[in-house]
């Protein structure tokens, strides 16, 4: 599975971008170089999570068509960011429950 970028994917900028969803940038910008014309990543659609006016995460997904995200995605996207990001949950309690699991796409 190719690398996903850190500070430079679009879930690092839909992070950064004050509460913005990112909707059909081209996914290939998110996977390393050395392999992006191989990937048949084509869409990507980044929502963040925030709440109170703090970013706490981004969900992301990725598609092999381009422009696979219309309106009705984004917006069930969002749905599911602002529900998350307004769970009473802390983060020993979702690594506990499994709902937050840490990926290592580097190997």
Do not use: C
């Not at 900028?13 to 909707?23: D, H, K, L, V, Y």
């Not at 059909?24 to 709440?51: F, G, M, Q």
């Not at 969900?59 to 307004?86: C, K, P, T, V």
């Amino acid at each position: 599975m190719p690398r996903i970028r850190g500070r430079r994917s679009i879930a690092w900028s839909a992070f950064r971008s004050a509460g913005q969803t990112i909707r059909n940038s081209d996914a290939r910008l998110d996977v390393d170089a050395a392999v992006r014309e191989r990937s048949p990543l084509r869409s990507a659609l980044a929502v963040p999570i925030a709440s109170h006016g703090r970013t706490s995460g981004v969900l992301s997904f990725y598609a092999a068509a381009e422009n696979a995200f219309g309106e009705r995605h984004q917006e069930l996207a969002e749905a599911a960011a602002a529900a998350i990001a307004d769970a009473p949950l802390d983060r020993r309690q979702m690594i506990e429950s499994g709902a937050l699991v840490r990926v290592d796409v580097s190997k």
